[in-house]
């Protein structure tokens, strides 16, 4: 299943396949980039995170992919699990210390 | 570790009553951020703290909102007097550096002023 950034706040996605979840950032100048997990009633909780001067940056079952060309940021999760489902966020650094989250894409795995 | 604790859990207050949200940081940050959570706005900074100091506290929406951080292990988050526009979830974060570093979101205080 994929999502397109923040048009599509929701992705449903079949245990077992792979996920990904878009994102546009929108400062240029943006040097770090997180992603966040939130599930129900706690709080988000770092996954990734991925600097300027890469492409690509490889988890544990998840993968971030950054183009600056186009601004756009990706999370991949492999082999999608029950446990995956929660909200994703993403999140630049767009001044020494802010991070300006977006507005979170919604994933629901299907058993 | 611990990781970041915030206190209460869950806060129903009514309008005009003071509101007082607590954080602990994890030991040995030195950076603390306090952001709300609204369905209609997301997550929104509303102040941060280095080496106990607030450094930025543009994102605080109203006078009726206050911040201290008397000490590394110790940030309160004040609403006086309290509006049903504040009921959200406040979550406190904190971080080894708080440039370009990680943060380490606690549990957040979910708040419902009636």
């Known amino acids: 299943g994929e999502s397109v950034g923040l048009h599509l706040p929701t992705l449903s996605v079949q245990e077992g396949d792979n996920s990904i979840i878009n994102c546009a950032y929108s400062n240029s100048a943006s040097d770090y980039f997180i992603w966040y997990k939130q599930e129900s009633g706690k709080g988000p909780q770092f996954i990734i995170d991925i600097r300027s001067n890469m492409d690509k940056r490889q988890g544990q079952r998840v993968t971030v992919l950054l183009n600056k060309t186009v601004k756009h940021l990706s999370l991949q999760i492999a082999a999608t699990q029950p446990g995956d489902s929660a909200v994703y966020f993403c999140a630049e650094n767009t001044d020494d210390y802010k991070l300006s989250f977006g507005a979170g894409t919604t994933v629901t795995v299907r058993a | 570790d611990a990781g970041v604790i915030q206190s209460p859990r869950h806060e129903v207050t009514e309008m005009g009553q003071e509101v007082t949200l607590r954080c602990k940081p994890i030991?040995?940050?030195?950076?603390l951020f306090w952001y709300r959570q609204t369905m209609m706005r997301g997550l929104e900074l509303l102040i941060y703290f280095n080496n106990n100091v607030p450094i930025d506290d543009s994102g605080m929406p109203e006078d009726r909102f206050s911040a201290k951080m008397p000490n590394a292990s110790f940030s309160t988050l004040k609403i006086q007097p309290s509006e049903p526009r504040d009921s959200a979830v406040y979550f406190c974060a904190s971080s080894l550096a708080g440039v370009g570093e990680k943060l380490f979101f606690g549990s957040g205080t979910q708040l419902s002023v009636l």
């Open positions: 030991s040995g940050h030195n950076s």
